[in-house]
């Protein structure tokens, strides 16, 4: 293997090279205040994940240090997100019980499953596949699951139990216990909730009237949740509120991330299958939407079958030490990126952060109360929901703003591997419906010029015994008979008509179901008395084409141009007439 290959399965041989002190000085000051704002977020997910605290800070080492050996992103930083900690505690709870040994290995298995297909994705370049979830759906996944996860968390806000995957079932059991709220609880909770909210929009511009730089201040507004963390946590030790009936975190492992193994169980194996699938793909939209925005701003590139790799490798490691299913966060990596994060390495610095906070930091937390962590999670998610893309699909495109509803609805109705399946499946119904009616549009040309648009657009010159007919779609299966509706519909318009031109300038492709379209069209005009021509035909279609019996069998020509065709059929005695447009 040569050095190239190997650097495009290693991308770090690429950048490791060119590595210097001014990148190191870089990557170390995002490393610290990564590391800063990853400690909460870990214990944070961990706790929404259904898993011990520690797993989510274990779940951030091992993964970060491999995604820096085979992901290509300078910025984007793994570990735990908001989503599909939600699509993990959803996932694994169908399974086993939480707070169980079975839950954890469970957890261990779905990161294992994730891991597996995203290495087999990127291995046999599939990162296409991920395209057919659209945006709008993803949009409407993550603001449903942002719902969702919100609500899940008031529990802990309110200090009661509530179970459920759905928001019904979780709004009922809610009220249901709404008796047994912890009035001190529900304080904690609501305060810390409510600082966090001001610390996202109100710290860094009352830090900066302090007199602090732009960098410090930043910095500063970083820290706020740790800031919660200690204050709540110093409130719970000082008053013991904890005989009180506030939850806390309690005992946490002090050490390095142990060597775990995930279940190879067929029946686990069998029941964690699809959730893990559905997992991988919403990590991998997720990250290399991050990546690709991150790295334009540096005019950096992205190659997303490394990057599957890159996540792959990340979920592996999780399996492998306490964790459970990883990929590239959103606000993470934009910090990362702001604050300075040169390389990968800058992930590896992180990691490092996380080994001394396992190694020194965990005793601290014991009186943390979980309605802090509930607290981080809620104010972060809900930044994810966004209802306005419901909005603009209306104005857009009825067809996705049905897609979008339909994902919000089912993922909160029936939960998220609902709604993430209901979001692809959406996705490739709205694909297939719009090329299934491609648009079509018969044409004349523009007076003195040699272009041709649509008679319902524009003035423009067509002869009665021509149909021009512009086809602005690759013609296959579920169009095809489309194409036959739609040029009889046109030709019926046509008593005098003698002579059809398809121009081909937008036909990438043609498969046999269109072929045979096209030579049923062929022989129908032919028993009218009609000619079929075709112009604008690209080289790979016209290469298929000659692959068939299609062109002996055609009764007219093949035209470079329309121009071409126009000029070729054009009776000068018939003359021409002018469209009048019925559109502005």
């Given at each position: ?11 770090i041989?690429?950048?490791g ?10 990557d170390?000051?995002?490393a610290?205040?990564?590391?800063v704002?990853l ?20 779940a ?45 290995v ?6 294992f ?26 949009a409407g ?28 079932e ?25 600082f ?9 511009p ?7 730089g ?44 142990p ?65 459970f ?16 994060a ?16 396992a190694?020194?930091?965990t ?11 509930a ?5 972060a998610?809900?930044?994810?929901v966004d ?16 897609a ?80 036959e509706?739609q040029l ?11 002579d ?5 300038p ?10 045979e ?37 055609l009764?007219g ?6 121009h ?12 021409t ?8």
């Open positions: 293997m040569t050095r190239s290959s190997l650097s495009r399965y290693l991308p041989l690429d950048w090279r060119r590595y210097d002190r001014a990148t190191f000085t870089g170390m000051v995002a610290v205040i990564v590391t704002m400690i909460p977020q870990s214990l944070a997910y961990a706790l929404l994940a259904g898993m011990p605290p520690e797993a989510g800070i274990y951030s080492i091992a993964p970060i240090v491999l995604y820096a050996i085979f992901g290509t992103s300078r910025a984007l930083a793994v570990g735990p997100v908001a989503v599909v900690s939600l699509m993990t505690a959803a996932a694994v709870g169908n399974v086993a019980d939480s707070g169980t040994a079975g839950y954890v469970a957890a261990l298995t779905l990161a499953l994730s891991g597996v297909m995203l290495l087999a994705l990127g291995v046999f370049r599939l990162g296409f596949l991920a395209n057919f979830l659209s945006h709008p759906v993803i996944f993550i603001t449903a699951s942002g719902i969702l996860i919100a609500a899940s968390q008031l529990r802990h806000i309110l200090g009661i139990d509530a179970q459920g995957h759905t928001l019904l979780l709004l009922s059991t809610l009220f249901a216990n709404l008796g047994d709220t912890n009035p001190i609880t529900l304080v904690i909770g609501v305060l810390a909730t409510g966090l909210f001001w610390v996202r929009r109100g710290l860094k009352a830090l900066r009237r302090l007199s602090l732009p960098t410090l201040a930043d910095i500063g507004a970083k820290t706020g949740p740790i800031l919660a963390i200690v204050a709540t946590t110093l409130a719970v030790w000082a008053f013991d509120l904890g005989a009180r009936g506030v939850a806390i975190v309690g005992d946490v492992p002090q050490g390095l991330p060597l775990t193994l995930p279940s190879f169980s067929p029946a686990l194996v069998s029941d964690l299958l699809v959730p893990a699938l559905l997992i991988s793909i919403i990590g991998f939209v997720e990250s290399i939407s991050v990546a690709q925005t991150l790295a334009a701003k540096k005019r950096q590139r992205i190659d997303p079958d490394q990057e599957l790799i890159g996540l792959g490798a990340a979920n592996l490691g999780a399996a492998f030490t306490g964790g299913p990883v990929t590239g966060g959103f606000s993470r990596s934009v910090v990362n990126s702001d604050a300075g040169e390389t990968p390495a800058a992930g590896a610095f992180t990691a490092v952060g996380l080994v001394l906070a190694l020194f930091l005793p601290l937390i014991f009186f943390l109360p979980k309605a802090t962590l607290a981080t999670i809620i104010v998610v809900l930044s994810l209802f306005s893309v419901l909005k603009r699909a209306w104005a857009f495109s009825r067809a996705d703003f049905a979008v509803s339909v994902t919000i609805a089912l993922t909160l109705l029936f939960g998220v591997e609902a709604g993430v399946t209901a979001g692809v499946v959406t996705s490739i119904l709205v694909h297939l419906y719009k090329t299934s009616r491609p648009h079509m549009a018969v044409v004349g040309r523009v007076p003195g010029t040699e272009h041709f648009r649509n008679v319902r657009r524009h003035a423009v010159e067509t002869q009665p015994h021509v149909l021009s007919l512009r086809v602005d779609e690759s013609l296959y299966f579920p169009n095809a008979r489309f194409l509706d009889s519909a046109f030709a019926a318009d046509k008593p005098d008509l003698t059809v031109v398809l121009m081909f937008a036909v990438n492709e043609i498969d046999l179901s269109a072929l379209s096209l030579e049923a069209i062929n022989t129908r005009l032919q028993d009218a008395g009609i000619r079929l021509h075709l112009s604008e035909v690209k080289g790979p279609v016209m290469d298929r084409l000659k692959r068939s019996h299609f062109l002996d069998a009764t020509d093949i035209f470079l141009s329309q071409d065709a126009v000029c070729a059929l054009a009776r000068p005695e018939q003359g007439a002018l469209s009048r447009p019925d559109q502005p």
